[in-house]
């Protein structure tokens, strides 16, 4: 089924556009939602550099569903991101986070840092899945060996990613993130995370900083069922309003589905291996 107004290309398409321009006429998270008055846009490593450029589908359509039925809220979007979700119910709050890093190190030619943890604590590595290594799965028990052919193809890593997708969730990403120190210094590609069933999760797209130090932010999220990614309204509570929120120390942070606190706020470990975010 093709999801209404999607061109459900995988992103790796657009993992390019770290090397190369981009076109004017494209239309991504950067462009269409410029900084607030007297703001303007932070230094971002090349994961921050790359979620800006997140192609966004033209106008505010509805944000869909995996099996293509309109999402019961369509109050809390300004934008729906250029990204297929898949026909299963997997692509949700923490599995997009774990799409987007996954995408853009791949497409960074970090291939070898793509990891995630399953719930169990498993370590599930694109690097032995493309070799054709698959987990056996007896209840809590995750056992490991070669019982496919090799295959590094899109579709190859798309099925690595639906394997992450089924046995992680906001538990496991949250253990593998670490906690910000001070959430008023939010950098883009930061995580809101709660885990739990349910748990949530939201990804920080871009974030601009006034002469005074204060900065603001913008969330780009799924949620449950699986659905289209989609840039968040900011907190007046009006769609036609901004994207942006305050950073704080604490306190609460309310989005239009969830209600996070500042503290929840953490971040991707370094990763050395890969040149790109060096």
Known sequence: MR????SLRPLAAAAALLLLPIPAAAD?????????????????DAFGRWLRKLPLLPGRPEVHLHDGRPKANQSAHLAVI??????????????LVIRLRA????????????????????????SDYRTGVRPKIDGNRVSWGRSASADASDASFRRYLDLVFTYAGTLSLKAELEPVA????????????????????????DVAENDAGRRVFLLVQSYMPAQQAHVLRGPTGRVGDGPWYEAKPSGPLRTPEWRFEHGDLRRFPATPGCAALR
Do not use: M, N
């Open 82 to 95: 250029d990204l297929d979700v898949g026909r299963r119910d997997l692509q949700q709050c923490a599995d």
């Open 3 to 6: 999801l209404p107004g999607s």
């Open 103 to 126: 995408e853009f190190l791949k497409g960074a030619g970090c291939d070898d840092q793509v990891a995630f943890d399953f719930t169990s604590g498993d370590r599930a590595r694109w």
């Open 182 to 205: 001070d959430p008023a210094e939010v950098e883009v590609g930061d995580v809101f995370i709660q885990g739990g069933s349910p748990g949530h999760a939201v990804l920080v797209a």
């Open 28 to 44: 991504t998270v950067a462009e269409r939602f410029p900084p607030p008055d007297g703001y303007a846009r932070v230094d971002a």
